[in-house]
């Protein structure tokens, strides 16, 4: 029986990029079941193809089977990678730092290179610009529907030697956690941190109870204010800010029913830096 194959990139829909990935697929197998992650990856964002993996790939069964193609050096040396993450799931992949974060959190079990000379989709052999249909939809499609082994993909590479882009790990100093925001919540504006709950639990902050957020780029103070830490939306009114954890288990800042990125003009990636402390108590002479 074949398994579950679902497809990532940065092409959007407004061209038959992605639709040839899929009848490449189905000319492999066309009882494959293919779902969609996104096809709305900013252009180039390899930083937030590896979010998106992250938010996702754990939530399906193993021997699932991933194609993320967010790929600004495709035609240039950089491998083409196929690993197998510890949940048993599988991610074919430019090898760009799009693993970064499955690597870092849920940890890499086997990694091969794709060999391309027999992994490849047959008479394209000319063409250097549409690996995501030539190389990793037609590798993918096979492995899903068990024509081709993990190990039948290619011979197999040192796992530390998967790229990984440069992160900062979350920090906890006396009275103040410190991260960065690494991706918005993209639809509603929230700003998702790397900052872990259970790290924040050791400023000893209960639901309901005041924090005082800082938002840096490039060390200059483009956000500072007081906000509620909530147990959910439903706990602030329309319009008020709040922190929040989110699905991730994760930090994460919002306006509840607009947003945050939006209003306050922010960003994500390792130069937008968050802390946050309990908020300082007023005295009034």
């Known amino acids: 029986m074949s398994k579950p194959l679902i497809l990532q990139t940065d092409f959007g829909l407004a061209d ?3 639709s040839a990935m899929y009848g490449v697929a189905f000319s492999v197998d066309e009882n494959l ?11 180039y964002d390899v930083w937030e193809a590896s979010y998106r993996l992250i938010q996702t790939v754990s939530y399906w ?10 790929d600004p050096g ?8 196929a690993v197998k993450i510890k949940g048993g799931q599988y991610v074919i992949t430019p090898d760009n730092g799009t693993l970064t974060h499955l690597k870092m959190i849920v940890g890499i079990e086997e990694a091969r290179e794709i060999d391309e000379t027999k992994n490849r989709l047959p008479n394209s052999g000319e063409s250097y610009t549409f690996h995501g249909r030539d190389i990793y939809a037609y590798t993918s499609a096979r492995l ?19 790229v990984e882009l440069t992160t900062i ?3 906890f100093d006396h009275d103040i956690v410190r991260g960065t925001i690494d991706v918005l919540d993209v639809r509603f504006g929230s700003l998702w941190t790397n900052i872990p709950r259970e790290m924040f639990k050791q400023l000893n902050v209960s639901f309901g109870d005041r924090v005082e957020i800082c938002i840096e780029h490039a060390h200059r103070i483009v956000y500072k204010n007081i906000l509620v830490y909530a147990r959910s939306f ?20 919002a306006i509840n029913q607009g947003s945050f990125a939006k209003a306050y003009n922010i960003g994500t990636g390792i130069h937008w830096e968050i802390s946050i402390r309990r908020a300082p108590k007023i005295i009034y002479e």
């Open 16 to 18: 038959g990029a992605v």
């Open 33 to 43: 079941k293919i779902f969609d992650l996104t096809h709305d990856i900013q252009p």
């Open 61 to 70: 069964k193993a021997g699932s089977v991933f194609v993320s193609v967010v």
């Open 74 to 81: 495709v035609g240039s040396s950089r491998r083409s990678v």
């Open 144 to 162: 899903a529907s068990g024509i081709i082994s993990f190990e039948e993909i290619g011979p197999e590479i040192d796992v530390e030697s998967i």
């Open 169 to 171: 790990a979350p920090t």
């Open 234 to 253: 439903a706990d602030v009114s329309t319009g008020e800010t709040l922190l929040y954890a989110n699905s991730l288990d994760r930090m994460a800042v």
